[in-house]
């Protein structure tokens, strides 16, 4: 069955002068960009962005110098390891926990860009896609578009057309980063959605096992030390524990970007867990089951994220906080205690709510920074004894 994916695709390199020029007539694209490069004036910010004949060439000249500042300025440092776990000339569809709306996916390209690799596909939810500069933005940026809150008629026909979109990207060895599940895990208790895998297996003929195969997925864990929507989140939690009906609205998402990209984030580390293909032969061999084969895969999915955590400080904290014990007091310090109590303070003073519970705000913090170390030690039954 063929598929048109004009409406979801990135912009082809031979698009990106056009769309180049378009963003240059957009008042608000340019006002963001002179916030983002301040001492550049704005015919100088256009004459730039005129010169550039390739997507990639638009990501390393435009936006990795931004991800730098914001590596100087909002992190303590960005790790990048694994790699020797994958072949760089081959494609991979990475799938990763997902915490930050923008950066999940932008600092994975920034530190592919230092390797001198190529920068991967993004998925991108159109609920995001709040003015139309920011899809021009998005999709010249190596973004494709996945459709949100569509009929049941409508889910069943975009699912297969992405499935399609994926595949035949994988397949031209262009890599992808998507997320394990739709949004983000606001209580940081990351899950694969077994929707997710069933959208992934739409594109093909063979079985479910073989056709994952050819995707050559690789697990990828992310880890923050801090998160600076934290306290939106636990925000967004008490809305929805008083109000069932509550949905954010384009303006929260846009908060929650904004607070995202600059807010401090600490360590950041991402962690490359390598292709799981090996495993999914054993799981094939394991049962014939879709169903079960379904099941199993996301459980592996899941157990590769939960087991590449890196783990600080704060999650230990949080660890003896949530389970009222002593696990980690050996391995962090009063006055870290002291700083990270405080940092919770003050994250809860920034939440203005009807009917604000503090206690029910500090337990939805202390279980963000909680549940990593919780789902390693989950795959690791011997993490306590070795003191990691």
């Known amino acids: 069955m063929e598929f048109d994916f004009e409406e979801i695709r990135c912009y082809k390199n ?29 015919d100088v910010i256009k004459k730039r962005l005129m010169t550039f004949e390739s997507n990639y060439a638009f990501q390393k000249d435009m936006v990795y110098p931004f991800l730098q500042y914001l590596e100087a300025n909002m992190t303590k440092g960005i790790k990048l390891n694994g790699l020797e776990k994958i072949d760089i000339s081959t494609s991979y569809l990475y799938i990763s926990n997902h915490r930050d709306i923008i950066l999940d996916s932008a600092f994975l390209c920034g530190k592919f860009i230092e390797k001198n690799m190529n920068t991967v596909e993004i998925a991108i939810g159109d609920n995001l896609l709040i003015y139309p500069w920011i899809e021009d933005l998005v999709r010249l940026n190596k973004s494709f578009i996945v459709k949100r809150g569509l009929s049941a008629r409508h889910i069943l026909e975009s699912s297969k057309r992405l499935s399609a ?87 929260d998402d846009l908060l929650n970007i904004q607070t995202g990209v600059m807010g401090y984030k600490g360590s950041v580390v991402y962690e490359i867990t390598g292709s799981i293909n090996n495993e999914l032969k054993k799981i094939a061999l ?103």
């Open 286 to 388: 394991e049962t014939s089951s879709r169903n079960e084969q379904i099941t199993l895969v996301t459980e592996l999915i899941d157990k590769r994220i939960h087991a590449n955590y890196n783990i600080f400080v704060n999650n230990k904290i949080a660890f003896d906080a949530i389970k009222e014990g002593k696990h980690f007091t050996n391995e962090y310090s009063p006055i870290e205690k002291l700083d990270f109590e405080r940092y919770l303070s003050l994250q809860i003073a920034k939440i203005e709510i009807e009917n604000k519970d503090e206690a029910f705000l500090r337990v939805k913090l202390l279980e963000m920074y909680a549940n990593p170390l919780i789902n390693k030690l989950n795959t690791s039954p011997n993490f306590l004894e070795e003191g990691e």
């Open 165 to 251: 979109y994926i595949a035949k990207t994988i397949s031209e060895n262009q890599s992808i980063w998507i997320a394990q599940r739709e949004g983000r895990a606001k209580d940081s208790n990351d899950r694969t959605q077994e929707s997710l895998l069933k959208m992934l297996n739409m594109f093909g003929e063979d079985s479910f096992i073989d056709n994952l195969t050819k995707l050559n997925i690789c697990p990828l864990s992310i880890s923050y030390e801090y998160d600076p929507c934290d306290y939106l989140k636990a925000k967004e939690m008490q809305q929805k524990r008083d109000n069932s009906c509550f949905k954010k609205n384009p303006q």
């Open 14 to 42: 031979e698009e990106v002068h056009e769309v180049l020029e378009r963003l240059c007539n957009e008042k608000q694209f340019m006002k963001v960009l002179s916030t983002i490069y301040p001492l550049m004036p704005k």
